[in-house]
């Protein structure tokens, strides 16, 4: 079964850093999306994109975040300064008729 | 503005009891309602789905939910417990279908512990 993954499976950084966070979402979809969850708070909604542009992006993707879809098959998040609260566990998902989950970035920012 | 309310951050039954998680919505307009379960230190894994269709949608493992426009509510059931229930479930709610790219908004999660 077709599924998406993600890498690295865990990202440990220092303040002020950037990191790129890696996805390949399902060959055939036509939307992606990042979505975060904060240890012990629920999943949210950061972007998505579709044919090669940002359709919708919450009010927590500012302007130290960005989307690319680089090739024909990664779709990355870079977030380019990092905070102690960008740590979260990061969800790239993708969808045709059913929205399918990666397994998950866990990003500590020291 | 979407939302979605989990009611019991953690739930507990015993094996062979009857699973209820509840999960209450506020939409504009005709919702896409959800069902994810989350296993320890793995993605999100789609449970169910309601897309306007029948008010009763059945899901992978035996759960189903009951689409109540008037309660706003989808409630998800599952007949009897099994231990490899166990696990975080999160409802979410989006106000456009996969095909216009609709975000999902989840709510904060309900932990299903399953006793032996």
């Known amino acids: 079964e077709p599924e998406v993954t993600q890498t690295p499976s865990h990202q440990v950084t220092q303040m002020g850093q950037e990191v790129i966070l890696r996805c390949v979402p399902i060959?055939?979809?036509?939307?992606f999306y990042w979505y975060r969850q904060i240890l012990g708070q629920k999943v949210e909604f950061l972007v998505s994109?579709?044919?090669?542009?940002?359709?919708?992006k919450s009010e927590i993707f500012d302007d130290q975040f960005s989307v690319e879809r680089p090739d024909g098959s990664n779709f990355t998040l870079k977030i380019r300064s990092t905070k102690l609260e960008d740590s979260a566990m990061y969800f790239c998902?993708?969808?045709?008729?059913?929205?399918?989950f990666g397994p998950g970035t866990r990003l500590t920012v020291l | 503005a979407q939302s979605v309310t989990q009611l019991g951050s953690h739930v507990s039954v015993s094996e062979g009891a009857l699973v209820l998680l509840r999960c209450n919505y506020s939409?504009?307009?005709?919702?896409?309602l959800f069902w994810y379960v989350q296993y320890p230190n793995q993605g999100l894994q789609l449970l169910l789905k309601?897309?306007?269709?029948?008010?009763l949608v059945k899901g992978i493992n035996g759960f189903e939910a009951e689409f109540k426009k008037s309660e706003t509510s989808f409630h998800l059931t599952k007949p009897s417990a099994h231990m490899s229930d166990a696990a975080e479930y999160f409802c979410?709610?989006?106000?456009?279908?996969?095909?216009?790219?609709?975000?999902?908004?989840f709510g904060q999660g309900t932990e299903l512990s399953v006793k032996p």
């Open positions: 309601y897309t306007s269709a029948a008010t």
């Open positions: 939409s504009s307009v005709p919702p896409y």
């Open positions: 998902a993708s969808t045709w008729d059913t929205q399918y």
């Open positions: 994109f579709y044919n090669n542009e940002i359709s919708e």
């Open positions: 979410a709610v989006s106000e456009s279908g996969y095909n216009q790219g609709g975000k999902l908004i």
């Open positions: 060959s055939n979809h036509l939307y």
